[in-house]
């Protein structure tokens, strides 16, 4: 049955959440801030590993020697700057405040807290973004096999815990809009696949934008907001956008 993996993420997200709301109750704020630092170390780290891991390859240079070299650059600065001007234009994280802020005012004022907002956004970002979203509820639509998104659960629930002891019941909410982004994903997959064959570097290059925002993220969570990652979501639909192009013109340096 297809969407299993989905269903086991946010109910994964929903228990995590719970049990961070027990924890936060009893915790001082400095270990609330520390914990909150150490997710947001953890967050830099898978970015960075994600991205890196993308864009770096081994490579034979004129000696036949192994070199480490990049790939996907101008595929990855292209769809940063354009999904930053697209996600400008749509003004995607004020939309995303908003919302959050229109579902706290529906929630009774000790349920949700001063930090119901910082919490849903903050977890549907890094819940959404990532490469093991994209790539599990891709094989979950083609194939029905849902392992990535299981293990993704795991990772998931355990960073729930952490940011609800910190933020709260916003994380908790996070899981509708993971509902609504995995599950499209996996009933759009059988639309994508001729895709995925035909151009089979395109999971990578997903990985390696979803992986880029997801370090922004922990950025965001050390030192505050200093980048709108609300307003970079459009990036990780331009590796689909460009494999498109490339199938009609094979030359494109992308």
Not at 58 to 83: E, F, H, P, R, W
Not at 124 to 136: R, T
């Amino acid at each position: 049955m297809h969407g299993i993996g989905t269903l086991i993420n946010c109910g994964a997200i929903l228990v995590g959440s719970a049990i961070g709301m027990l924890i936060k109750g009893g915790l001082r704020k400095r270990f609330e801030e520390t914990i909150f630092s150490a997710v947001g170390l953890a967050v830099m780290f898978i970015g960075l590993g994600g991205a890196l891991s993308g864009l770096l390859v081994i490579a034979k240079d004129s000696s036949a020697n192994d070199i480490l070299a990049t790939q996907y650059t101008m595929l990855m600065v292209l769809s940063l700057v354009l999904g930053a001007i697209v996600g400008e234009l749509l003004d995607i994280e004020t939309w995303l405040n908003g919302l959050g802020g229109r579902l706290k005012k529906k929630m009774p004022e000790k349920l949700a807290g001063s930090t119901f907002v910082d919490g849903f956004v903050t977890a549907s970002m890094l819940f959404c973004v990532g490469a093991m979203a994209i790539v599990g509820s891709l094989q979950d639509g083609l194939t029905g096999n849902y392992s990535t998104l299981a293990a993704k659960a795991v990772l998931d629930g355990i960073s729930s815990v952490l940011l609800a002891a910190s933020l709260g019941f916003g994380v908790a909410v996070s899981s509708a809009p993971l509902f609504i982004y995995q599950g499209g994903i996996t009933l759009l997959a059988q639309f994508i696949s001729p895709l995925l064959q035909a151009y089979p570097a395109l999971t990578g290059q997903l990985n390696c934008v979803g992986s880029i925002l997801i370090f922004a993220i922990g950025i965001n969570m050390i030192f505050g907001k200093k980048i709108k990652v609300g307003n970079l979501l459009p990036a990780i639909l331009f590796p689909i956008i460009f494999a498109l192009l490339k199938s009609v013109f094979p030359a494109l340096p992308l």
